[in-house]
T-cell receptor
Framework: GNSVTQMEGPVTLSEEAFLTINCTYT??????LFWYVQYPGEGLQLLLK?????DKGSNKGFEATYRKETTSFHLEKGSVQVSDSAVYFC??????????FGQGTTLQVKP | DAGITQSPRHKVTETGTPVTLRCHQT?????MYWYRQDPGHGLRLIHY???????DKGEVSDGYSVSRSKTEDFLLTLESATSSQTSVYFC?????????????FGPGTRLLVL
């Protein structure tokens, strides 16, 4: 069945460091891929998405590229800020439209 | 902002009592979803709806029921709450553009079952 695996957290970085959060997936067909972000005490917000192989999603300095050959959708940011501290969820959308989530990765950015 | 509200935002209840959570949307979306969020599990789908009176089970539907009598409201009911249902519950709507579909989430309801 479909599944999403994210790197274990928490991830702790200093401000202005480079961020990578790994996400790999298992799916039949051609899923869409998403990154959602959850700030403390809030709901999930869509961060970026990609709908087909080699697409790059980007938003607020974050990027992720849909790599079908490695079944991956790693999240990257060149220079993190304290305000980026949150939980990040990778997800895929199956052909039925249902979302399958990874377990989430907590990012803590220190000044 | 996809115009989604959830009520209540916080609730404390006792084991064995019925609980109903409400999700309300203002933009006439056809598809609505209920998820629960637990540490180490991400979000898991409980039930979803693809129209008025059309609902189906998700991954973790045991102990939950849903109803959708109007497009704008999707209700989640715990018939007899248990401590294992302590969780944060999120409602979502699905926005479809051609073949692309994106889900947007409400602010969540934090439920504690004592």
């Amino acid at each position: 069945g479909n599944s999403v695996t994210q790197m274990e957290g928490p991830v702790t970085l200093s401000e202005e460091a480079f961020l990578t959060i790994n996400c790999t997936y298992t799916a039949t067909g051609y899923p869409s891929l998403f990154w959602y972000v959850q700030y403390p005490g809030e709901g999930l917000q869509l961060l970026l998405k990609a709908t087909k192989a080699d697409d790059k999603g980007s938003n607020k300095g974050f990027e992720a590229t849909y790599r079908k050959e490695t079944t991956s959708f790693h999240l990257e940011k060149g220079s993190v800020q304290v305000s980026d501290s949150a939980v990040y969820f990778c997800a895929l959308s199956s052909n039925t439209g249902k979302l399958i989530f990874g377990q989430g990765t907590t990012l803590q950015v220190k000044p | 902002d996809a115009g989604i509200t959830q009520s209540p935002r916080h609730k404390v209840t006792e084991t064995g009592t019925p609980v109903t959570l409400r999700c309300h949307q203002t933009e006439n979306h056809r598809y609505m979803y209920w998820y629960r969020q637990d540490p180490g599990h991400g979000l898991r789908l409980i039930h979803y709806s693809y129209g008025v009176k059309d609902t189906d089970k998700g991954e973790v539907s045991d102990g939950y029921s849903v109803s959708r009598s109007k497009t704008e409201d999707f209700l989640l009911t715990l018939e007899s709450a248990t401590s294992s249902q302590t969780s944060v519950y999120f409602c979502a709507i699905s926005e479809r553009t051609g073949r692309e579909e994106t889900q947007y989430f409400g602010p969540g309801t934090r439920l504690l079952v004592l």
